[in-house]
């Protein structure tokens, strides 16, 4: 018995970990770390070189109030202080990561590595070439797909509240603002089922659609069944009482250039599971009242839900450098605007308007609940 006690308190110690690479899109996920998943303790977060971040604080990224966590730009692999390397592959790609380099080094240096990954993510392949007494010290963690036994046409609509977090733009805050939520649910008392597109997202018991969506074999129409399926099992499974749902992609185009996904993908999830409740991520220079009427309208026909709240994000949009290489490129001002702005947009409108980021998921929160 007294062994069993032992191994019972060992498994409860956290792994002392480093995170690479660190970049703005994980900001969120640096900031939460701690309350989101038990497993881990973070000690080192490590960006490539020529990002820009060495030794900046880790909330300069984004322009954000300072963490307390600075930066690195190389994994301090001789210290024996840490255990074990989180690997993932960014989203918004952007530089060269040097994978394979990375893990040999760790495994050279005894450390752990646990890899995040979608099955298509070039990072696997890596690891897929890499030879078999280096591959097999490396943990994956990837979503696994479920034995869906029930085929029906028919398209099952949850019984339970489903809220959608997304953005005119995927830069605009929308991980922060879905994890902030995501947080909020658990501590609030709800179980509920997450699901993000972020691998990432695994590390806090979140399941993900990767593999529907990536998969070649099914046809539009079958990946919006498969994933009323899988949400649907998910919900069953768990005993769920609340849906949260990351938006694939943007949740409209930006222009007839840069059509910035046209929002395909949250059009289809909606389809799949229809959203009772929408938080809407926004530039602070979209945070018009009449604009955010109309693209309101526009969703609540193609989503099935109209705008429940809004964040506004400290988010410019570079028009020059996007029309230049024809993909959208974004500017992180002074949050201070983001408080002009809201300060002129507050009492004009009826969609309520936050800024997570400083002030907290709280008041946003309450607006939804109270129209549960």
């Not at 129409?221 to 009482?241: G, H, M, S």
Request: aromatic share 12%; with cysteine.
């Amino acid at each position: 018995m007294g062994n069993s006690v032992l191994k019972c308190r060992r498994s409860k110690v956290k792994q002392i970990a480093a995170i690479y690479p660190f970049c703005a899109e994980i900001l969120p996920v640096i900031k939460l770390f701690k309350n989101l998943q038990k497993e881990y303790s973070l000690k080192y977060i490590i960006s490539p070189k020529g990002f820009g971040y060495v030794e900046q604080d880790a909330a300069y990224a984004c322009n954000h109030p300072q963490i307390g966590i600075k930066v690195l730009d190389e994994i301090p692999f001789d210290k024996d202080d840490w255990s074990t390397l989180l690997l993932f592959e960014p989203i918004m790609k952007k530089g060269d990561f040097f994978f394979n380099e990375v893990l040999h080094k760790a495994i050279f240096y005894g450390k752990q590595v646990v890899v995040f990954a979608s099955a298509e993510q070039e990072l696997l392949k890596e690891i897929e070439r890499m030879e078999c007494e280096v591959r097999d010290k490396i943990e994956i963690r990837t979503i696994r797909e479920r034995n869906l036994t029930e085929y029906d046409e028919k398209i099952y609509i949850p019984s339970i509240p489903v809220i959608l977090v997304g953005g005119l733009l995927e830069q605009a805050d929308c991980f922060e603002v879905f994890l902030k939520m995501a947080e909020k649910l658990r501590n609030e008392g709800w179980n509920a089922a997450v699901f993000s597109k972020h691998p990432l997202g695994m590390a806090f018991g979140f399941y993900g659609l990767d593999h529907i969506w990536e998969n070649s074999v099914f046809r539009e129409e079958e990946k919006i069944r498969q994933i009323n399926l899988y949400i649907n099992d998910i919900v069953k499974c768990t005993c769920a009482n609340i849906i949260l749902l990351e938006a694939p992609d943007a949740l409209m185009k930006y222009n007839a250039f840069i059509p910035n996904g046209y929002g395909i993908r949250t059009y289809m999830l909606c389809q799949a599971v229809t959203p009772d409740y929408l938080i809407c991520c926004i530039p602070f220079e979209a945070t018009d009242k009449n604009f955010m009427k109309a693209i309101g309208q526009d969703f609540l026909y193609r989503f099935g839900c109209e705008i429940n709240a809004v964040h506004v994000a400290n988010v410019l949009l570079d028009s020059a450098d996007t029309m230049r290489r024809k993909q959208i490129k974004i500017l992180r001002t002074n949050m201070e605007f983001v408080h002009q702005k809201m300060k002129q947009q507050i009492n004009e409108g009826s969609i309520p308007i936050f800024n997570v980021v400083e002030d907290g998921i709280d008041a946003l929160y309450d607006v939804l609940i109270n129209r549960l």
